[in-house]
């Protein structure tokens, strides 16, 4: 499934705009690199008011260091089994975007504040 580098508000416009009605139950996956960083937590805020607004529910996960690309990897396990219906990443290095692009994702990924050729 192709991976796009596009800002936040917009990924998640790429998950609503499709459904004719509100999906109250569907989750998106928003994996952060890290989450001790200020950013990852503007991030984190953005996206659970879109989803607020849209009507889903925002799951928000990220490893304690961003070079935990294992830590990653497991999230979007995670996430695809609560049943996301997409996942927002920002992944943590090229292993992470290797993996999103070589296994069968069965949900839409999207990538923000990277780009490792997705």
């Known amino acids: 499934m192709p991976r796009f580098p596009l800002p936040l508000p ?39 008011e879109a989803g607020a607004e849209y009507g889903y529910t925002i799951l928000v996960r990220g490893p304690m260091e961003e070079t935990n690309q294992n830590a990653q990897i497991d999230i979007v396990k995670s996430m695809l089994a609560r049943g ?4 927002v990443i920002a992944p943590a290095s090229v292993a992470v975007a290797n993996y ?19």
Do not use: E
């Not at 998106?28 to 200020?38: D, E, W």
């Not at 999103?100 to 997705?118: A, Q």
């Open 84 to 87: 996301c219906v997409g996942i």
């Open 10 to 48: 917009l990924c998640l416009l790429f998950f609503v705009l499709p459904a004719p009605v509100v999906h109250a139950n569907s989750c998106i996956g928003v994996v952060t690199a890290g989450s001790s960083l200020n950013f990852w937590r503007v991030v984190q805020k953005g996206a659970l």
């Open 100 to 118: 999103l692009n070589h296994s069968d994702m069965p949900v839409p990924v999207v990538y923000i504040d990277r780009d490792y050729g997705g």
